[in-house]
């Protein structure tokens, strides 16, 4: 089994599992190239699930593990279905948060437990590195891998309880309309590093306000739809600086300055060049684009169920002239059902006593809601159903793991069980310059010590 080592002293290999589920499931087991553990016996375990709506998030270049070796911690990285790196892959279909991707998730945790091993015979702790600790571990996810781990602590909570001691989830989807992302993203911002709008908050100019975040609920954001419309004059391809030129004609957009027409500069809705996709300035609804069928010219866009029931009631789409690449009405709903994560909280409260713990920086990585409502909602579900939940992580864990990361002005994440209002959610993010990978093994480390006591290096 070769090993590699990144630039940030991680090192890593890829294992295939033994498993009846999948023709071949490999894993990328990960762990600090110095051989430093965060407990004297060794390190704790964590399974990793990457974003899981796109197959180029990682897959198309060389793997970089997702924990800083400064956690002390070993990781083991999902490949999902269809994908694969070094030689390795998961067999079957990416399927976008999908079933086979969930399954893959409970197998990697059975490796991770000792309840598998690779092909070869191998175990973890064979295949690590370093020492490892335990038959419990923690699933760590970033953005949309969130509601594949959610929906297996749901799905499978029999197989699973006795060996996860909760799921910790970097700046997860908590509805459809922030996976679309209906509510606006950071690339659609023209300039992300400029506060244009003069509201404190340089990247979230490229926000639907169309959507209310103040209104966001467990069900949906409310929006303002009676301006939407469809044109083919124009593909995804050819908005927001994209230009592949491989997209269907189609777009959905909110006509809000009533031209009649969708109004771009240069691709871009921002047409009076202010830097704002301002409340008269069209705003586009995009959807989830499966490229993976692109190379057989069958690329299919999903909407959100909240856009697409709005335009068949505008009448700008209609079941007698469908778009052949569009997703209909039925399939929409089908594929959106499990696919966020409050659509699989309470029935994983109801299960089992998971720990949850909530990873989000200063700056988002994708999603531009103000307040942080994505983030917010998934607490607030998990608190009202019992599940102990923290923000980010705690002084203690950030002075110890990274010292000089925690001040003045950022003493460290809130206590454990401490809802947020809105205007406070900015506050409690890991501050500027801490990026995925640190926020991820910070909240990582802080659910094992809320678990089992402090790292061994800080008592």
């Known amino acids: 089994m070769a090993q590699a080592v990144d630039p940030a002293g991680m090192a890593w290999r890829v294992v295939s599992v033994q498993t009846d589920a999948f023709d071949e499931l490999a894993v990328i087991v990960a762990w600090p190239a110095s051989g430093e553990t965060a407990w004297t016996e060794g390190a704790p375990v964590v399974v990793v699930l990457p974003a899981a709506l796109s197959p180029a998030a990682g897959w198309t270049r060389d793997f970089v593990p997702n924990l800083s070796a400064s956690g002390g911690l070993v990781e083991v990285t999902v490949v999902p279905p269809g994908m694969g790196v070094a030689g390795h892959h998961t067999s079957g279909d990416f399927d976008y948060a999908g079933e086979a991707s ?115 609920d467990e069900v949906d954001c409310p929006m303002e739809l009676d301006t939407i419309r469809w044109t083919e004059e124009v593909s995804m391809d050819d908005v927001f600086g994209v230009s592949t030129t491989s997209a269907p004609p189609g777009v959905l957009y909110l006509d809000r300055d009533h031209s009649g027409k969708l109004d771009l500069v240069d691709g871009h809705p921002d047409v009076d060049g202010d830097g704002v996709i301002g409340e008269d300035e069209d705003a586009i609804l995009p959807p989830l684009r499966d490229l993976v069928t692109r190379a057989g010219g069958s690329e299919r866009h999903v909407f959100t169920p909240q856009v697409l029931a709005a335009a068949m009631d505008a009448g700008v789409l209609s079941l007698d002239d469908w778009p052949t690449h569009v997703e209909d009405p039925e399939a929409t709903v089908a594929f959106w059902s499990t696919r966020h994560m409050l659509a699989s909280v309470s029935e994983a409260a109801e299960l089992a006593d998971w720990r949850l713990g909530l990873a989000y920086t200063e700056v988002p990585h994708a999603v531009t809601l103000t307040h942080r409502a994505n983030v917010r909602l998934v ?10 939940v923290r923000y980010n992580a705690p002084e203690q864990v950030v002075s110890c793991l990274e010292p000089g990361l925690a001040s003045a002005d950022w003493p460290g994440g809130p206590d454990l069980d401490m809802p947020l209002l809105p205007p406070h959610m900015a506050a409690a993010a890991f501050p500027s310059g801490v990026d995925a990978r640190e926020a991820m093994t910070l909240s990582t480390a802080a659910m094992f010590w809320d678990a089992y006591g402090p790292d061994h290096r800080c008592r």
């Open 102 to 216: 969930v399954t893959a998730v409970r197998e990697a945790v059975l490796f991770a437990a000792g309840e598998r091993t690779g092909v070869d015979g191998a175990s973890l702790p064979m295949s690590s590195g370093v020492p490892v600790c335990g038959d419990e571990v923690v699933i760590a996810a970033r953005s949309s891998g969130s509601m594949v781990g959610m929906r297996a602590l749901a799905r499978d909570a029999e197989l699973l309880a006795p060996h996860v001691v909760g799921l910790v989830a970097y700046e997860p989807p908590s509805l459809p309309a922030m996976v679309g992302p209906d509510a606006g993203a950071l690339w659609m911002d023209p300039h992300p590093e400029t506060d244009h709008d003069d509201n404190g908050i340089p990247w979230d100019e490229g926000r639907n306000r169309s959507l209310d975040e103040a209104g966001c």
């Open 379 to 388: 607490y607030e579900a998990a608190y009202e159903r019992g599940l102990p």
